[in-house]
Each structure stands twice: as C-alpha cells, then as structure tokens.
C-alpha cells in the first residue's frame, strides 16, 4: 500500500530533550516536506526537501532540523524543544521535484512541558 | 509575507445542496493550487489539483482558477454529511517549492 508514514504517533516530552520524528514514504517520491498545524493557525511548512541532500526551509523552521540522506526517509529533528513547539506535525511527500500533489501521513502529536 | 485567505466558516448547507468554499492568494506567480479536506484529528486528504484557468471536473466536486483575480473555488455538487470537515486551499508559491496553506473553511452538510 502506498503510503507516508511518521513515528511516533503521540510524544509527550520535557524541555531541551533532544527528539526525533521519523517519517518515510513508499512512493518513491522526491519531493518530501514537513508540516506544524496549530489552532487558528493552520498548516505552515517547516522543511522541504526537493531530492536527497537538497533541503530548504519553509516559513517556520527555527528549532528545526531535517536530513534527506535517503530517498524515503526524511526525519524531522528538534534538538532543544521547547513548549511553543507543541503541535500537530505532519510529513507529506510528492512525485516529482515539487509543485505536485501532496501525500500526508498521519500526524504525530507532540507535547513539550 | 505569501498568504492564502480562506474564510473560515462554518459554511453550513443542507444536503444535496452545492456547498462553495473560495480561497484568495497573495502570490501572482503560483503556479500549482490544490483543495485537501482534514477531518477533526485526521490527516489531510487530496481532493483535487488544478493548474491552470477554468474549471476542472472530478466525480461531485469542481475546482476553478482565475489567475488573473488570484482565486481558487471547490464546488461540491449534492452535498452529504460526510462532506461535513474542513476544507484547505493550498498554492505552491512562485520561485521556490514552497507551499502555503490557507487555514481553512469549516463546512457543514446538514440531514
């Protein structure tokens, strides 16, 4: 089944532990993205990345980081979080090298106390 | 600052009817639009993409694009209670790959 998929689903943790959210897609598309969604707020992208070691920012990405070493997987890393970082993520990823139709996955749910 | 502009509701029609949610972009040079339906607590869905002015076709619902008036509309034909979610418009912004999200119409179908 052609899919995106994140781990975790849900992740409580504790100001400045270091965490990681996996995402990897079956796809084998090229184009990969992550995706903050807060009340009144909206979905706002963080990273994207357009092919394996090329990412950019998106319009939030301070206290984020992300790698593309693989074609499939594209993690999402906060190393200090803090609490206005609790949010709803979201990975996506699209066929071709952007501007295409998004895939998402299911959401983790993060809280930082 | 890029914005997409959606109102955000709850647009409430009664089932069967056409429900029509608009979204408005900042950006004159998008060049890819694109209408997702999220459940509460779910992920959001592709419903459709449209590239180009005019109308687009799929099954119930209808994209338009105006380009010239940077405005993006989904028309859902015989509306029903499982339509009833929150519908966001997204623009891939000119230059980079950017995408903007608009935050979102609420729409409900009522018995």
């Known amino acids: 089944e052609a899919q995106v998929t994140q781990n975790p689903r849900y992740l409580i943790t504790v100001t400045g532990k270091k965490l990681t959210v996996t995402c990897s897609q079956n796809?084998?598309?090229?184009?990969m993205s992550w995706y903050r969604q807060d009340p009144g707020l909206g979905l706002r992208q963080i990273y994207y990345?357009?092919?394996?070691?090329?990412?950019d920012k998106g319009d939030v990405p301070e206290g984020y980081k992300v790698s593309r070493k693989e074609k499939r997987n594209f993690p999402l890393i906060l190393e200090s979080p803090s609490p206005n970082q609790t949010s709803l993520y979201f990975c996506?990823?699209?066929?071709?090298?952007?501007?295409?139709?998004?895939?998402f996955g299911p959401g983790t749910r993060l809280t930082v106390t | 600052q890029k914005e997409v502009e959606q109102n955000s509701g709850p647009l409430s029609v009664p089932e069967g009817a056409i429900a029509s949610l608009n979204c408005t972009y900042s950006?004159?040079?998008?060049?890819?639009f694109f209408w997702y339906r999220q459940y509460s607590g779910k992920s959001p869905e592709l419903i459709m993409s449209?590239?180009?002015?005019g109308d687009k076709e799929d099954g119930r619902f209808t994209a338009q694009l105006n380009k010239a008036s940077q405005y993006v509309s989904l028309l859902i034909r015989d509306s029903q209670p499982s339509d009833s979610a929150t519908y966001l418009c997204?623009?891939?912004?000119?230059?980079?790959?950017?995408?903007?999200f608009g935050t979102g119409t609420r729409l409900k179908v009522l018995a």
């Open positions: 950006d004159r040079g998008s060049q890819s």
């Open positions: 990345s357009m092919n394996v070691e090329v990412t």
């Open positions: 796809m084998n598309h090229e184009y």
């Open positions: 997204a623009v891939c912004t000119s230059g980079t790959y950017k995408y903007i």
């Open positions: 996506a990823s699209s066929l071709g090298g952007g501007a295409g139709e998004q895939y």
């Open positions: 449209i590239y180009s002015n």
